[in-house]
């Protein structure tokens, strides 16, 4: 328990960032703070059977909100009684929450980001049990080393399997490609269709330097500098480059948005769950395959007939509503899969592609036509600023296995 709290109390302050109490269905035999994600950080007390989770302070690589977030984990910290707590932090190698708990030198327990997510959007939902989780976002760390982020989980007891993933993408210039959309338009372009890429009349290659496109190609074919990714937001970002949606981000999920929008006016959309307008939008061709331990969703070739239509001209916006549904066919299936190997109907959504409306809608009405269960959270966001309640979550279910 903390010093400050009674059971009635459901906000307090603690470093000048308020805190909102949740209920959870896991009792943490000792206090736990889960310390957050990069972007979008929060932290989080879990306590008992209570969890407390803070206001989102924002980017952690900023000064101000790096001494805001210092100062209020410290604070927490004391103000935790029954001993020190256990610090939950991402595992990411070089995340400023993970150096921060390494510095502390209090005990401190690494949780993979989508494993997180999936605790958080579970624990918001008030579900318990055995999940199947399908999170989606930019970027988190993998176990394999590899940037993941279109992912399909099987989660049970703070212990988590991969199912199943989008295919690789290899992004030139690593981070710029979250950047440049055009970088891992062209890896997706080259890892379809081989050299004969650049022999497309694409009118994204027109907007690029060709010198820039030279450079790319090169560090694609020598393996410089390109990690592997699943991530759905750079697979979002490719496509809105290869439309000509959108070649730069300058803003967070810039391309993203473009191509929700351009979806959105396609289909007639209006934000209800169920598109109005325009129906029967059919999938692009897609892949399952079983290339490893987790099933791959291979959408080479939907990039080869995206590709196709925009050479064609078609209209930009049914492209945008293809691709959505494709998305969801694909972790669909992989979802059902990943049910029928374990002992759940159970589908968790998080991350922050689940902020689209389109890609919710579609997806819940899929997983339910294949006799699934999709949750949302409703008490916490499905972005990174639910990571620490997960990161909690998942530690006092590994505490509670051990006992």
Request: charged share 20%; hydrophobic share 40%; with cysteine.
């Amino acid at each position: 328990m903390m010093a400050t709290c009674t059971d009635i109390e459901q906000t307090l302050e603690i470093g000048g960032l308020g805190f909102r109490s949740l209920p959870v269905g896991v009792e943490a035999s000792r206090p736990v703070i889960g310390l957050g994600a990069e972007l979008k950080a929060t932290l989080c007390l879990l306590s008992g059977g209570q969890a407390w989770l803070s206001e989102s302070l924002g980017d952690l690589r900023e000064g101000g909100v790096y001494r805001q977030y210092r100062g209020a984990l410290l604070e927490l910290v004391e103000r935790v009684e029954d001993g020190p707590p256990l610090l939950a932090h991402d595992s990411h190698p070089t995340y400023v929450s993970g150096d921060l708990a390494r510095s502390m030198g209090a005990p401190r327990v690494a949780v993979q980001h989508h494993h997180a997510h999936a605790a958080a959007s579970a624990a918001g939902a008030g579900v318990e049990g055995p999940v199947v989780a399908v999170v989606c976002d930019g970027t988190g760390y993998g176990t394999d080393g590899a940037s993941w982020g279109g992912e399909v989980l099987y989660c049970e007891g703070g212990r988590f399997e991969r199912t199943g993933h989008l295919r690789y993408c290899a992004l030139p210039g690593g981070d710029a490609s979250s950047r440049d959309t055009w970088r891992p338009a062209v890896s997706l372009l080259r890892d379809a269709l081989g050299e004969a890429w650049q022999d497309l009349d694409l009118p994204m290659l027109e907007r690029i330097e060709e010198a820039a496109i030279r450079l790319v190609a090169r560090m694609l074919k020598q393996g410089i500098n390109c990690p592997r990714s699943s991530s759905l937001g750079r697979l979002f970002d490719g496509v809105a480059a290869i439309t000509g949606l959108c070649m730069e981000n300058t803003q967070p999920a810039e391309a993203a948005i473009a191509m929700q929008e351009a979806a959105s006016r396609y289909l007639g959309f209006s934000g209800a769950l169920v598109p109005s307008g325009k129906r029967g939008v059919e999938p692009y061709e897609y892949v399952m395959s079983q290339g490893g331990p987790s099933a791959e969703i291979d959408v080479r070739a939907m990039i080869r007939q995206i590709a196709e239509d925009v050479v064609r001209g078609e209209d930009v916006g049914g492209i945008a509503a293809r691709f959505h549904e494709t998305v969801c066919a694909g972790l669909t299936d992989a979802a059902r899969s990943a049910a029928d190997g374990g002992e759940t109907e159970v589908v968790v959504l998080s991350g922050g592609c689940f902020l689209n409306p389109i890609l919710v809608s579609r997806l819940i009405d899929r997983l339910r036509a294949r006799g699934l269960r999709p949750e949302l959270p409703s008490a916490v966001p499905v972005g990174d600023d639910g990571v620490s309640l997960g990161q909690a979550v998942v530690v006092a279910e590994q505490l509670r296995r051990a006992s």
